[in-house]
């Protein structure tokens, strides 16, 4: 404080702003996504909301890796490369347009997968000393299949060429990369208004409209209270029968029924009003 010609005026003290708050365990991607906006990169809170979001969506990463598997690429590198579709896709990710954020990660991840196709296995750089064996190591083979009459094993052609097999085996990955397509190219066993190949890349997974469906309603759950939440969840994700719920919840069975009924109809009614 300081007076001043008879007068006081007093020091105005800095505003500290309030702490963000952590949004409850059962918050949905959403919530949490909205809660990550306004942090600064390096805010501790910021690194935790990241990693749930990252926990929630970890079983349909790995879902949607291996339905791209089998096409010569290792899976570990298919579930990083879906985490970094991920981690693209909340940057990007604009909470304030009221959209599920499932419909903005599944195109975003998949379409990083291709990339990741196009970028890592049919553009192939080999290093050169394999490139320049290529031919010896196919003649010593066919060498050694006339002789022993079967195709020869892997020990058996680095002995005729006199290196070692991790040799023969990092000659053999460079043959097998010599001769590529473009997935511009059309595929090649169909007619001439087929797709291309990149069109091919991966399988469909019938369960995708479900993950889906789950996270539309895991929003509009909220609406209900805890013990109906709790009869929804044995009855739907548990696979209980109604007696084992209605002796969990201590009520009885037509009770049960009639809640679940009752909550049905109010996730009906929300999801109605969303849309």
């Known amino acids: 404080m300081h007076t001043t010609a008879g007068t006081t005026i007093e020091k105005s003290r800095p505003v500290v702003p309030e702490p963000h708050r952590e949004p409850p365990e059962d918050a949905s991607a959403e919530e949490l996504l909205s809660a990550l906006k306004p942090l600064e990169p390096g805010d501790p809170l910021a ?63 998949t379409g990083e997968i291709k990339r990741h196709f196009r970028d890592h296995t049919w553009a192939v750089h080999t290093p050169r000393t394999p490139q320049s064996r290529r031919s010896e190591m196919n003649r010593v083979r066919r060498d050694l299949e006339q002789r022993l009459a079967r195709p020869p094993k892997t020990p058996e052609i680095a002995e005729a060429m006199g290196i070692s097999v991790k040799e023969v085996e990092e000659i053999r990955l460079v043959s097998e990369a010599y001769n590529t397509l473009s997935l511009n190219a059309p595929e090649p066993h169909g007619d001439e208004s087929s797709t291309s190949l990149e069109d091919c890349l991966g399988s469909e997974d019938r369960n995708i409209d479900l993950v889906v469906a789950r996270e539309s309603v895991r929003s509009v759950l909220q609406v209900l209270p805890a013990r109906e939440r709790l009869i929804l969840k044995r009855r739907f994700f548990d696979e209980w029968k109604q007696e084992r719920i209605a002796q969990e919840v201590g009520c009885s069975q037509m009770h ?11 996730l009906r009614d929300e999801l109605s009003d969303e849309e």
């Open 47 to 109: 690194q935790r909301l990241r990693e749930r979001v990252m926990l929630h969506y970890l079983p349909l990463l790995n879902r949607i890796a291996r339905s791209y598997g089998g096409r010569g690429e290792q899976l570990e590198d298919l579930r990083q490369t879906a985490h970094v579709g991920l981690a693209k896709a909340m940057r990007g990710y604009d909470p304030g347009r009221g959209k599920a954020f499932i419909s903005y990660l599944l195109p975003t991840v």
């Open 256 to 266: 049960v029924s009639r809640l679940l009924t009752a909550s049905l109809e109010k």
